[in-house]
Structures are given as structure tokens and as C-alpha cells.
């Protein structure tokens, strides 16, 4: 009985897995990129909005077309940059991925993505439990409610403090 439910489990699985697509998003990746994005809209359109209403008409337009497609070349770059950075992950994503959906037993490809995904990029990138939007990291700030001294400064990040990479 057992045997029959497994490999039920693992033929759905291996049929989501054709449906569903690929969940090798870096999050190090969107968060940067994100962060750059939001910054670029924000200073294109203070930019717009500082432009002088006293100018002509047709200086006015120019100056919102160039800061328009100034905005748009540089967001362009981000996504450009973003993708790249995400596919350098990739490889080693995906093994991730295949590394999981073997252990869960093919659940990981029946679950919400968000259930059972390990984003390898945020553990080469220091964030072994999650990025610092996870449940770990905000419920380990809510603890320690903004406190910097160096008990909280080991608690946030032991391997930079204890190793002396920096000041805790």
C-alpha cells in the first residue's frame, strides 16, 4: 500500500514538474535589483517634478523625455543585470531543486513553491535562513527590537563577529 501511494505521489509529481514552472528566481538577485529599480523611478521623478514650470512648453516636454527614457535605459540595465545575476545561480539552483523534491518525496513539486524552496542564493550569500524578509530573521528582530550592543550583534550574524570580520 505504502509502495502504490509513493509512486502515486512521485508520477504526480513528475507531471506538476512539467506543468509548473521553474521557481530559480534569485531573491539576492530581485532584492538587489528591486532596491536599485525603486531608486531610479524615485529620482527620475523627482527629476520631473522639479522641472521648471516657467520654462516653454517644448523645453518642459524635453526635459520629461529625457529623463523618461533615461529612467527607462536604466531600468532596462537593472533587469538586464538582474537576469544575469540570476542565471549564475541557476545551476546550482536547479540541483537544489532536485535535491529537495528528492527528500520531500515529490511533495515539493505538489506544494506552493514558498513551501519548500531553498533559495541557494541567499545561502551563498550569507542568509542561511532566509533572506531578511524570511519569518527567522524578522521574528529574531522582533526579539531584539533594534538593539545594536554585541550580544545582539553575535546573535544576528556569530560567523562575522566570532571570526572578527566585523566590529560586533
Known amino acids: 500500500m505504502k509502495r502504490n501511494m509513493v509512486f502515486a505521489l512521485a508520477a504526480a509529481a ?6 509548473q514552472p521553474s521557481f530559480s528566481q534569485a531573491g539576492v538577485c530581485n532584492r538587489q535589483g528591486d532596491e536599485i529599480a525603486t531608486k531610479v523611478r524615485s529620482d527620475a521623478d523627482k527629476w ?3 522641472i521648471d514650470p516657467s520654462l516653454p512648453k517644448d523645453e518642459q516636454d524635453a526635459f520629461r523625455l529625457l529623463f523618461s527614457r533615461n529612467r527607462d535605459r536604466t531600468l532596462a540595465a537593472v533587469n538586464k543585470m538582474t537576469r544575469e545575476c540570476t542565471a549564475k545561480y541557476k545551476p546550482m ?5 532536485g535535491i529537495v523534491t528528492y527528500y520531500t518525496g515529490g511533495l515539493s513539486k505538489i506544494l506552493a513553491p514558498r ?7 541567499e ?8 533572506g531578511p524578509n524570511a519569518l527567522i530573521p524578522k521574528f529574531r528582530e522582533d526579539i531584539l527590537r533594534g538593539d545594536n550592543g554585541t550580544v545582539a550583534n553575535i546573535i544576528r550574524d556569530p560567523w562575522k563577529c566570532l571570526s572578527f570580520q566585523r566590529k560586533c
Open 14 to 19: 513528475f507531471f506538476l514538474m512539467s506543468q
Open 48 to 50: 520631473i517634478a522639479a
Open 93 to 97: 539552483q536547479d540541483m537544489m531543486d
Open 115 to 121: 513551501m519548500t524552496h531553498v533559495d541557494v542564493s
Open 123 to 130: 545561502l551563498l550569500n550569507g542568509y542561511p535562513l532566509g
